[in-house]
């Protein structure tokens, strides 16, 4: 598994430009959700076109969040990235540009609605009361992308913890927009995956330097099970 903790150069950066290490020191859990960006067969399974090894890795932690989350009385998403003829046009730039043609038929057969690819990858812990976004960019909280700030709001939520797979592409992308529509954002280090460590790291470093905080596994639980503890104290 990637190294989770954010280098020590960005942690200089973060006590001198605000003090403390974490920006966010309590989780209220009925205001939170548990984003599980792309972990789809498309990225997780053996020789597929977007493979990435190390997200395989992260699956026990994403589920012992998910379980975590449900006990605490949090929601939790399902992201799954979604490709149509249409983003052909919509997404011109990316696909005429910068990703490479001869990959474009794979692309599609791989994250249409419904095809293998698209699908979750089978070893995690999906319990019917989820709820399951499909987004077409990079981003989920982008307008275009999807509707999940929208859904997250109808439900009082103002804070999200990033999961999944590629830390510096979709996750990251999602983390920093999710900051940008007001939410308060947490990536989760050692439940977020990349093809490349130092990539893993930068987008780390970058996110809690100016975007949110970055936390482990186990002290988002703990987090949790405070918030939740503190919620039924207050309710006595």
């Not at 976004?133 to 990079?138: A, I, L, Q, T």
């Not at 510096?168 to 439940?191: P, Q």
Request: proline letters at 4%; glycine letters at 4%.
């Amino acid at each position: 598994m990637h190294k989770s903790e954010v280098p020590q150069y960005a942690v200089n950066a973060i006590m001198d430009r605000r003090g403390k290490l974490h920006a966010f020191e309590a989780i209220d859990p009925a205001r939170t959700a548990l984003v599980v960006v792309d972990m789809q067969n498309m990225f997780l399974e053996v020789g597929a076109p977007a493979e990435c090894p190390m997200a395989r890795e992260i699956v026990p932690n994403v589920n012992r969040l998910a379980e975590a989350v449900r006990r605490a009385g949090a929601h939790v998403v399902w992201i799954q990235m979604r490709a149509t003829e249409a983003d052909l046009e919509t997404w011109s730039v990316f696909f005429d540009e910068i990703f490479p043609a001869d990959r474009i038929p794979g692309y599609f057969e791989w994250l249409s609605e419904g095809s293998h690819g698209h699908a979750l990858w089978p070893e995690l812990d999906v319990k019917p009361g989820d709820l399951m976004v499909r987004k077409n960019r990079y981003s989920a909280f982008l307008n275009d992308s999807s509707d999940l700030a929208e859904q997250l709001r109808s439900r009082d939520i103002d804070t999200v913890l990033i999961t999944g797979t590629v830390t510096n592409v979709c996750c990251e992308s999602s983390a920093r927009d999710a900051m940008m529509r007001n939410f308060k954002t947490l990536m989760v280090g050692d439940a977020n995956a990349a093809k490349l460590e130092e990539n893993h790291l930068a987008t780390l470093a970058n996110f809690a330097q100016t975007f949110g905080d970055v936390r482990s596994t186990d002290e988002v639980i703990r987090m949790l099970e405070a918030g939740a503890a503190a919620r039924s104290d207050a309710a006595e």
